[in-house]
C-alpha cells in the first residue's frame, strides 16, 4: 500500500552531520508509523527511532538518544532523519520502514525501502 524511497546517505567525518529523506508515495501515508532501521556489515538489523501516525510521538534506540531526529511531514509524505555527531560505528545501511501497527512494535514493519549508505570516517 505504500512504497518508500529512502535519500541523504553519503560520507561523513566523526562528529558530523547527514540529513536522511524517506519519501513515501500513496495517499495513505498518514495510516503509518515509519521507522529507521541499519545494518552494519556483517550485523543484525537493528531498530534506530520510530515516529507515530501523526508524528506526535517519537521513539529512539539508546544509542542514538541526543543524536538523532525522527520527524515527518505527512503533506509531503515525508520522513527525515537527522544525525548528528555522528561516529564511526553509525556506518551502516540505513532503511525506512513504514507498519500499520504502533510504532514500537518492530515486527509489524512490513514496508521497506531500499536503503541510503552511511559511511562515518574516523
Known amino acids: 500500500q505504500v512504497q518508500l524511497v529512502e535519500s541523504g546517505g553519503g560520507l561523513v567525518q566523526a562528529g558530523g552531520s547527514l540529513r536522511l529523506s524517506c519519501a513515501a508515495s500513496?495517499?495513505?501515508?498518514?495510516?503509518?508509523?515509519v521507522g529507521w532501521f541499519r545494518q552494519a556489515p556483517g550485523k543484525e538489523r537493528e531498530f534506530v527511532t520510530a515516529?507515530?501516525?501523526?508524528?506526535?510521538?517519537?521513539y529512539y534506540a539508546d544509542f542514538v538518544k541526543g543524536r538523532f531526529t525522527i520527524s515527518r511531514d505527512n503533506a509531503k509524505n515525508t520522513v527525515t532523519l537527522q544525525m548528528n555527531s555522528l561516529k564511526p560505528e553509525d556506518t551502516a545501511v540505513y532503511y525506512c520502514?513504514?507498519?500499520?501497527?504502533?510504532?514500537?512494535?518492530?515486527?509489524?514493519?512490513?514496508?521497506w525501502g531500499q536503503g541510503t549508505q552511511v559511511t562515518v570516517s574516523s
Open positions: 520502514a513504514a507498519s500499520i501497527a504502533a510504532p514500537t512494535v518492530v515486527a509489524r514493519y512490513g514496508y
Open positions: 500513496g495517499r495513505t501515508f498518514s495510516s503509518y508509523a
Open positions: 515516529i507515530n501516525r501523526s508524528g506526535g510521538s517519537t
